[in-house]
């Protein structure tokens, strides 16, 4: 698989204001054999209540033949901001989409809640 030209991403390089629904990839060095990805910022919003949800997130995968492009992986979290979604279900979900994108050897998405009613959550989804 050849390096993709710059030309062929939708969004980096380009002035982006708002979520999008995927994550675009690049072709991987032949040596990267781990990729983690970590962030404080991911919202969403309590299915039952209503209320905010703010989440830690980690991707962790080993890639094949392709790595997830970090701008695009950022536009794509930013669209659970106002989505009614459980962690687990928001785990499994970004899981799936990193699996699809990028078809790694393995996958593993944690999302930790932050503690509401004094009840933190801490969610995994693994893909082979």
């Given at each position: ?88 279900a ?9 699996h ?5 050897h ?18 995994t989804?693994?893909?082979?």
């Amino acid at each position: 698989m050849s390096e993709r030209p710059a030309g062929e991403f939708t969004l980096l390089g380009s002035d982006s204001r708002g979520p999008v629904d995927h994550v675009e990839w690049f072709d991987a060095p032949p040596t990267c054999t781990r990729v983690r990805f970590t962030t404080d910022e991911v919202t969403s919003v309590c299915p039952v209540t209503g209320q905010p949800d703010f989440s830690r997130v980690e991707i962790d995968y080993e890639p094949d033949a392709r790595c997830i492009e970090s701008k695009s992986l950022k536009l794509y979290l930013w669209s659970f901001r106002d989505r009614a979604i459980f962690a687990e279900a928001l785990a499994a979900e970004i899981a799936a989409e990193v699996h699809r994108a990028v078809e790694p050897h393995r996958t593993r998405v944690v999302v930790v809640q932050n503690v509401r009613g004094g009840i933190g959550t801490e969610a995994t989804a693994e893909l082979p």
